[in-house]
């Protein structure tokens, strides 16, 4: 009987910790990428993002906020490195998607993008956020661009991932790392973790309001709307 | 494809000692398999840190090195984390079962208050993407840009908003004001420009505050760590013309110093009532509604430098500052202006006095002005490490201004010269201080006090040849008269301010604010004649001559909710005020005590990136000043008696304002729409009673209704290298006013539409043509009926390379339908430029004036008398000038 007991609480324990919900709040941070004292990046008080994840998949978005009367907002760097829309990740059915608003004409589009593109180098240096303990991985993406002059640009990511909170995850596009990412930048911008909680119930909705495109296909709709315009624009 | 396969085996044969083995598995529970659990693995030696994410059966495979120990971690999320320490040769699979965490995590956060840190919103152009290589200042580089705008004085305008302060490596340059850098510093010492919108360095109370705030932050080339540049140019024109205006500006990480000096007879001024206001606080300072009492009281400064129409001038304009670093987040900075100008005027009117039957007045005033005016200005800016940050600021302004005039008035009934000798002596102290604190994020506090205090002296001389004012002065003795004025007014104010900000939520704030402000004021007034023999002839028996007295106080306290609901914010707020008075003056004393509350309601709505609508309503209260309550008579001119009432005290209205603004990079559009619906209930109207051409008015006791509307368009479209540009405005206004003992219902109509054209090719001639035309329909007890029309084409003609022509053509039209009476005005000049790639000089030639037009016209109607205004301007000048680069 005692056993039977053990059991079962054995196995509603299992089930309520697997099921656990992760919510994470982010600030924005700044430094810039030249300055190469060990100086802490400025955090954009009222930029906040918020991660909610489970075991399997996670959604990132903006905090909504308002600024004080006669305060400077910070709304233009929203998007600064990345953060404006919803960033949306599932491990089972393989999807990561970001669900945005197109520059030029306003319309929402839910950009597919390969959930695995990034290739993480784990290194041995850690630190402890939030006092939990995490370790660095830094890894270099390519991306095009149409606006700098180089059509290819290098960058290199920075995270910092937390192996005791084992799921994937982290904000914007980062993740895949083995465990939950605290801290991470690439160039100037950076998102610091502020505030870790679990709470018993999460609605992680899969984003679906926009057009479907795939990245790639994104890329090049953004570029010819860019040309257009540029074209337009230049003075003879 | 086989041959880079081939490769790589190669590669990977000859550089790596050791070879590859797999690490695979399956990861489980004793129920189920265990999806997405992470695999780390750790080498004792320095290899990489290998990892991998399981897949969602469980299953998992890890690349490592056949001579590395490794320490594998496997974890996922409700199980314990599982170790083994691993070191093969060969592949291996195994079997891994977690068993379940029977701790749960717990919730952290970061217990801080975090730094201010104060970011802006910013647009930042890199100039050299955007010039053309004929730029000379910073103006010529901004009309590049794309989306900020120039006019010819030097406004800059970024996507149809104002720019209101420029500054230098974040600091003001000089007053701030657009125009005096924008003129001034040279083109080819800027490496960005930052827009900075919704600028506000900080505020504290409700009416200090202006989300509308644009600004400019000029970054210079970092060429050096400090450097200086400058120019003089220098030149001069037949008639002995001349013009020196060295410009020097020295930089360096902790002191900047900059020095403008302007010394012309062309009549070009580097000092103007915009800078004025602005040096008087702009925008910034229009501490509430009780700006009547106090700030620039449409003082007599204001009043010459806003007349910029004259036949002679002579200018000396000197101004420095200086900006110093003193210790860590402090800074000092101070400025100086010192103007002495001299200049002739003439002014023909043609004044038809409705009310006196269509009486008609000609009146000329030949004048000579001579002002001298000296504007300091002192700031120490203090900012602590997070939540502190102090400003004082300190200003003193002191002018003194002497206009002298011959004028000669014809009526049917009379005629008669009078010379006038008006001066006026001023001098300003007001010092500013400021603090804010954030305590967490929730509460955030500011405070700030205003102290200023004010001595206003003017006198006023006129000399008559016959009898002026129909007798209602008491002048004896043999003509010509010498009828002397002295007035005085010696006012202070402090001003007390608490704002406490508190975000109970992101998106939902409370704001209390807690206020006083205590004026006082004492303005006297004599009027007198000084006889042949010298004796003195006061006017004060017969009820000239004030000595009032009035103290003012407005305690208030306030509220305000704002939240934020999707693309909505809205903003709701009440203050309370309780205003006290007292007035003592010559025979009578009164208090009054009232109290108002005072609502407002904004209301902001983003409709998408693009389009924006807000909309606000304000209900505010004025209370009269000490000029509206002087209970004895005042001269205001030769012509014309003024009386305050003791028993007026405050107008009430109400303010609606209605906005919206599109605007689409993509299409190269942009629109906007604004209305504004203002009312009073009960509006102050002066009850006036006029002969001939003299009148005595006085704020009358009764309270009349007043309405005012306006609705401006505007649309502008880009398509390639044109611009095309077209606005409406309309307004109205209607009040009631007691002339003569009977209520005349006034009607103001005013309707006008423009259009441009503008081209924007990089290398070639450009043309800039802008039409408006404006017509103004008045309705009293006549109607009265104005025509405008302008036409203005501004060429930019490069040639030869190093050359550059500029035509600059005004054509004004204009039509009296009252008095049946047109009028043609032309206002052209022209420039020609030469400078040589890479030479410091540059060499100009310009005519201005070059059809030598006398005068500018214009026309006005009162209520009482309809005007037209001819205004004597300088005549045709031809100018050659260097200029000469340091």
């Known amino acids: 009987m005692k056993k039977t007991i053990g059991l079962i609480t054995a196995l509603l324990l299992t089930q309520i910790t697997v099921s656990q919900n992760i919510k994470v709040i982010y600030n924005k941070a700044y430094k810039n990428y030249k300055d190469t004292t060990s100086s802490e990046p400025r955090i954009f008080k009222d930029l906040e993002y918020k991660l909610i994840a489970n075991s399997f998949e996670s959604h990132f978005e903006y905090i909504e906020n308002m600024s004080l009367d006669g305060q400077m907002s910070n709304e233009s760097y929203i998007g600064k490195g990345g953060g404006k829309g919803i960033y949306y990740k599932n491990l089972n059915e393989n999807l990561k998607i970001h669900e945005t608003t197109h520059p030029f004409t306003d319309e929402v589009i839910d950009v597919y993008m390969d959930p695995n593109n990034v290739h993480w180098e784990l290194q041995k240096e850690s630190k402890y956020i939030l006092g939990i303990l995490c370790y660095k991985a830094v890894a270099t993406k390519q991306r095009t661009s149409f606006i700098q002059k180089k059509r290819t640009v290098t960058n290199k990511l920075t995270a910092w991932y937390a192996p005791s909170i084992p799921i994937p995850f982290g904000p914007t596009t980062y993740d895949n790392l083995p465990g939950l990412i605290l801290e991470a930048h690439t160039s100037s911008y950076y998102y610091i973790a502020s505030k870790i909680s679990y709470p018993k119930t999460a609605k992680i909705k899969k984003p679906s309001k926009g057009r479907s495109m795939l990245l790639e296909d994104y890329n090049n709709e953004l570029k010819d709307a860019y040309l257009k315009l540029k074209k337009q624009n230049s003075t003879n | 494809m086989i041959k880079k396969t081939l490769l790589g085996i190669v590669l990977s044969i000859s550089f790596t000692s050791s070879a590859q083995i797999a690490l695979s598995g399956k990861i489980s529970s004793s129920i189920d398999n265990i999806p997405f659990a992470n695999i780390i693995a750790d080498p004792q030696g320095n290899n990489p840190i290998a990892f991998t994410i399981a897949d969602e059966q469980g299953n998992f495979k890890l690349k490592l090195k056949d001579d590395e120990t490794y320490n594998i971690t496997i974890t996922s999320l409700g199980y314990k984390p599982y170790n083994f320490e691993f070191s093969s040769s060969i592949s291996e699979t195994i079997n891994i079962e977690l068993s379940p965490s029977t701790e749960l995590l717990e919730s952290v956060e970061i217990n801080y208050t975090p730094p201010i840190v104060i970011q802006k919103d910013s647009i930042i152009y890199d100039v050299d993407k955007f010039i053309r290589g004929d730029e000379r200042k910073l103006r010529d580089v901004l009309k590049n840009l794309p989306g900020v705008e120039v006019d010819r004085v030097g406004n800059v305008t970024v996507q149809g908003k104002k720019v209101n302060r420029v500054m230098v490596e974040n600091k003001d340059f000089f007053t701030g004001d657009s125009k005096l850098a924008v003129n001034n510093i040279p083109s080819d010492v800027v490496d960005k420009i930052e827009v900075l919108d919704n600028f506000n360095e900080l505020s504290y109370m409700k009416d200090l505050e202006d989300t509308d705030e644009l600004a400019l932050n000029i970054k210079l080339k970092k060429n050096k760590e400090k450097f200086s540049f400058g120019d003089i140019e220098m030149g001069g024109g037949v008639q002995k013309r001349y013009v020196i205006h060295p410009t020097l500006y020295y930089y360096s990480p902790k002191t900047s110093l900059s020095f403008i000096g302007d010394w012309n007879n062309i009549g070009s001024k580097s000092f103007t009532l915009q800078d004025y206001i602005d040096f008087e606080g702009g925008k910034n300072l229009m501490i509430s509604d009780h700006k009547g009492y106090f700030a620039i009281q449409k003082d007599d400064f204001s009043k010459y430098l806003s007349n910029t129409n004259y036949y002679n001038n002579q200018t000396n304009f000197v101004a420095a500052s200086v900006d110093q670093y003193i210790a860590p987040k402090t800074d000092l900075s101070a400025y100086s202006i010192f103007s002495s100008d001299k200049s002739q005027t003439k002014i023909e009117q043609y004044n038809d006095y409705i009310s006196s039957n269509g009486l008609i007045e000609e009146r000329t005033t030949n004048g000579h002005l001579n002002s001298t005016f000296s504007l300091n200005k002192i700031k120490l800016k203090h900012t602590s490490k997070n939540q502190n940050d102090f400003r004082f600021n300190s200003f003193i302004k002191y002018s003194n201004l002497n206009f002298s005039s011959d004028l000669l008035t014809q009526t049917i009934n009379e005629t008669n010269k009078i010379q006038t000798t008006h001066t006026s002596k001023n001098l300003t102290f007001k010092q500013i201080g400021s603090w804010h604190r954030q305590f967490s994020k929730q509460h955030t506090a500011s405070s700030n006090f205003v102290y200023n205090i004010q001595n206003l002296k003017p006198t006023n001389h006129w000399l008559t040849e016959f009898e002026i004012l129909n007798g209602l002065i008491p002048t004896e003795g043999p003509l010509p008269y010498n009828i002397y004025q002295n007035k005085s007014t010696l006012a202070s104010e402090l001003n007390l301010g608490y704002k406490h900000y508190w975000a109970i939520k992101p998106r939902q704030h409370i704001y209390f604010t807690l206020g006083n402000i205590l004026s006082r004021s004492n303005y006297k007034t004599e009027e007198y004649q000084v006889l042949d023999n010298g004796e003195i002839n006061s006017f004060n028996s017969t009820g000239f001559g004030n000595d009032a007295y009035l103290q003012f106080n407005d305690f208030f306290a306030g509220i305000e909710y704002k939240v934020k609901l999707s693309n909505l914010v809205l903003k709701f707020g009440a203050f309370k005020h309780y205003y006290s008075r007292n007035l003592t003056q010559t025979n009578s004393s009164r208090s009054t ?294």
Request: hydrophobic share 35%; proline share 2%; glycine share 2%.
């Open chain 2, 593 to 886: 005590n009232k109290s108002n509350l005072l609502p407002q309601i904004d209301i902001n709505w983003e409709l998408s990136n693009r389009k924006k609508a807000t909309f606000s309503y304000e209900m505010k209260n004025r209370f009269t000043s000490i000029y509206q309550l002087a209970n004895r008579f005042t001269l205001t001119n030769f012509n014309s008696i003024y009386k305050g009432n003791e028993l007026i005290d405050n107008e009430i209205y109400h303010i609606y304002n209605l906005r919206f603004r599109s605007m689409s990079i993509a299409k190269n559009l942009f629109y906007f729409f604004n209305s504004t619906y203002r009312k009073k209930p009960n509006s102050i109207k002066n009850n006036v009673i006029i002969q001939d051409i003299n009148y005595f008015y006085s704020p009358s006791n009764n309270r009349f209704e007043e309405q005012y509307f306006t609705n401006t368009a505007s649309l502008k479209k880009r398509i390639e290298s044109y611009s095309f540009g077209a606005g409406v405005n309309h307004s109205f206004v209607k009040y009631q006013m007691p002339i003569n003992q009977e209520i005349i219902t006034n009607n103001n109509q005013n309707l006008g539409w423009n259009f441009s054209i503008k081209t924007q090719f990089k290398k070639a001639t450009n043309l800039d043509i802008k039409y408006n035309s404006n017509s103004s329909l008045y309705t009293a007890n006549s109607n009265v009926d104005f025509n405008n029309r302008n036409l203005n084409v501004f060429l930019n003609y490069d040639f030869l390379n190093s050359f550059i022509l500029k035509v600059d053509y005004n054509l004004t039209k204009f039509k009296n339908k009252t008095f049946n009476y047109s009028n043609t005005f032309n206002l052209t000049n022209i420039l020609l430029e030469h400078q040589k790639e890479d030479s410091a000089w540059i060499f100009t030639a310009q005519v201005k004036n070059i059809f030598n037009t006398e005068y500018n016209e214009t026309n006005t109607f009162s209520g009482i008398v309809v005007s037209d205004r001819k205004s004597y301007i300088m005549p045709r000048m031809i100018l050659i000038q260097a200029s000469y680069k340091l």
